[in-house]
Every structure is written in structure tokens, then in C-alpha cells.
């Protein structure tokens, strides 16, 4: 479990903090426009930011964006608004 937590925060220190914020709204079940309204940002620029995770991470999906997020602990501590 530690290293399966550590394995996935190195993960997600390749993307900037913006993206990482958006890593977790993904893992927190928000919708593209949900992620926006919370983070002020515009659709579009969610969908870029979500495209550059997978690509970043080389991920397949927004499962696949969510599953690190879960494992390094992030959803832990974020309340769903």
C-alpha cells in the first residue's frame, strides 16, 4: 500500500500542479464542465488539460487519470462540492 501511494505521487509530479488539480477532479467523478466551474476554467481548456494528462502519463482514459490520483491519496482529503 506505502509504495503503491509513493509509486503514484512520483507519477503525478510529472504534471504541473493546474493539471494535477485537474487529475483529481477527474478521480473525484466531475465532468469536464463540473472540473471547469470549480478550477474557472473554460471547457475547452479542461479538455486540453485532460488530453495532456493522458498523453503525459501515457493513459488511455480518464479511469486510467483517477485510479493514480486514488492511490497517492488525493481524494482522501478533497470534499466534493
Request: aromatic content about 0%; proline content about 2%; hydrophobic content about 45%.
Amino acid at each position: 500500500m506505502v509504495r503503491r501511494r509513493i509509486q503514484a505521487r512520483n507519477l503525478l509530479t510529472l504534471l504541473t500542479d493546474r493539471r494535477r488539480e485537474v487529475a483529481v477532479a477527474v478521480g473525484q467523478g466531475r465532468s469536464n464542465a463540473q472540473i471547469g466551474a470549480v478550477l474557472h476554467l473554460g471547457v475547452p481548456t479542461v479538455k486540453t488539460h485532460v488530453s495532456g494528462i493522458l498523453t503525459k502519463l501515457d493513459l488511455n482514459n480518464r479511469v486510467q487519470i483517477a485510479l493514480p490520483a486514488h492511490d497517492a491519496g488525493l481524494l482522501d482529503d478533497q470534499a466534493s462540492d
